[in-house]
């Protein structure tokens, strides 16, 4: 059943993959109408990420909340099937324990590598100190999987990354981490994607809007994830004369 705890916060999504709820922010990682189904659609198709490795064409992604890894899953999934290449980069002040990653199944239908990978690098995040980096690498046929994921807030990012294809804003809702949805965050975030880079979230919040608008951001409502959000959002880097705002 729906947002029963299977174990210390763990929870059944309505699509049968599991998410974790947060004490703190009172909130699931996840949509509980379908944690996967969500990870699927919004951050992977409507990025637009999926589409290029399809292609073929090697993708690079900045990530605001790895939180459980599972937009990155799906998305090393996706790189495997195609056999292109993928670098992730991902923001994470308060890493869980790899114990709970486990039960969750993040990994699950991931080459045993790929999930040996992804486990490591979120130990070594637990571990790691804060403003620091930590690195995975999995090699699987043509494809070649990085993960970076930067163990502290992404306002204190460096000056790496730049120049990615898509920005995945996965943080906690606006209602309780409002610095994560300002203009300020997205104007920066903006200098970090390629000319013609895509944001997507879950959030259709008008304040959020409003925000991405007032950054530079042409902005668009879309579907969401089927019997999950009605509307999701995406933003194209820059805003373009007569696009759409």
Known sequence: MRQEALVAGVVCTDDGSLTLFDDVHRQTYHSVRGARAEAEHVFLRLSGIEERLVLGQETSVLEVGWGTGLNWAVAAASALGAGSSLTWYSTEPNPLDPAILRVLGTDQGLPEAVAA?????????????????????????????????????VQDLGDEPTGVDALVHDAFSPDTCADLWSTELFASLGRRVRPGGVLVTYSV?????????????????????????????????PASPGGER
């Open 117 to 153: 990978a992804f486990h490591q690098a979120c130990a070594a995040l637990l571990a790691a100190p804060a403003g620091t980096w930590v690195e995975g690498v999995a090699l699987c046929g043509p494809s070649r999987l990085a993960l970076r994921i930067f163990r502290g807030p």
């Open 205 to 237: 919040a008008g304040s959020v809007r409003r925000a991405l608008r007032a950054a530079g951001w042409s902005v668009s409502k879309h579907a969401g994830p089927p019997q999950g959000k009605r509307e999701v959002l995406r933003a194209l880097w």
